[in-house]
């Protein structure tokens, strides 16, 4: 068997994960997404990756179903496709997510170091018995600690989603990764600087709940894992399964408590 054979036979192997992990490892060597794009850009003509990827996975699924019969065949077509352009959407939908989030990140660390920055500033005896600065020095604290619980929890949900469908590889680009790991320590460090301050001029303590970041990581799973599902079935002509998912997503985000007993 000559060598482009054998190559042959091996892609047409690969399961749906595995096309997934191909092309994604391509496509990190490129750094960051943007870098990425642009190569794809470049091609003449510019060939859009999930296009590749469905092209594989349906040949992949035909081959090794061949001398089947055809519903079977076309069964085991059906199926490959779902997990390969589930996966896809699911990459693009981390890395669409994280890029979002570190842009409200700059933000938030914006504004809580500005006001962090107008607390100390005051050096009066005075600010101990102020309960305006008090406030605003309770609630930076409090607010600071909830981003780095918000980082925690997206993080751990990555991981969670990464280990489920993509066999543990990392999704986000190197360059985004990075990125995402210098905004953590940095809203960690604003959060220390927070607490310092509230506890040396007396702040009661906040309230810990020690399954808050447990709970919001589940909450996040479901918001990677179940737009993406949604998103490959409509991109796949299957609008109605895709609809039902959405619409169940949706009902979970705005979900109200119900009240306690009287």
């Not at 969670?160 to 990764?177: I, K, N, Q």
């Not at 940095?186 to 506890?199: G, N």
């Not at 007396?202 to 918001?223: H, K």
């Amino acid at each position: 068997m000559t060598l482009s054979r054998r190559v042959a036979a091996i892609e047409v192997s690969l399961s749906p994960t595995q096309l997934v992990l191909r092309w994604l490892a391509e496509a990190h060597a490129f750094g960051d997404i943007e870098s990425y794009v642009a190569s794809l850009l470049a091609q003449e003509p510019p060939v859009a990756p999930l296009d590749r990827l469905y092209r594989e996975a349906e040949h992949g699924a035909r081959t090794g179903m061949r001398g089947k019969r055809p519903e079977l065949v076309e069964a085991a077509v059906r199926s490959a496709l779902r997990e390969t352009v589930f996966r896809f959407e699911l990459v693009m939908r981390i890395n669409v997510a994280a890029h979002e989030l570190l842009d409200r990140e700059v933000l938030f660390e914006t504004i809580f170091a500005s006001q962090l920055a107008l607390l100390l500033t005051d050096q009066s005896k005075d600010r101990l018995k102020d309960e305006s600065h008090l406030h605003r020095l309770r609630q930076c604290r409090d607010l600071t600690l909830l981003r780095v619980n918000e980082l925690l929890a997206t993080a751990e949900a990555r991981s969670t989603v990464e280990a489920r469908y993509l066999d543990g590889h990392a999704a986000l680009f190197p360059g985004l990764a990075s990125a995402f790991n210098e905004q953590l320590r940095r809203s960690q460090e604003l959060a220390v600087t927070a607490m310092h301050l509230a506890e040396l001029d007396g702040v009661e303590p906040g309230p810990d709940d020690p399954e808050a970041v447990g709970l919001r990581t589940s909450q996040l799973v479901a918001d990677l894992v179940e737009p993406a599902k949604s998103t490959a079935l409509e991109k796949l002509g299957e609008g109605r399964p895709a609809l039902d998912i959405a619409n169940a997503w949706l009902r979970t985000k705005f979900a109200v408590a119900p009240l306690p007993e009287p």
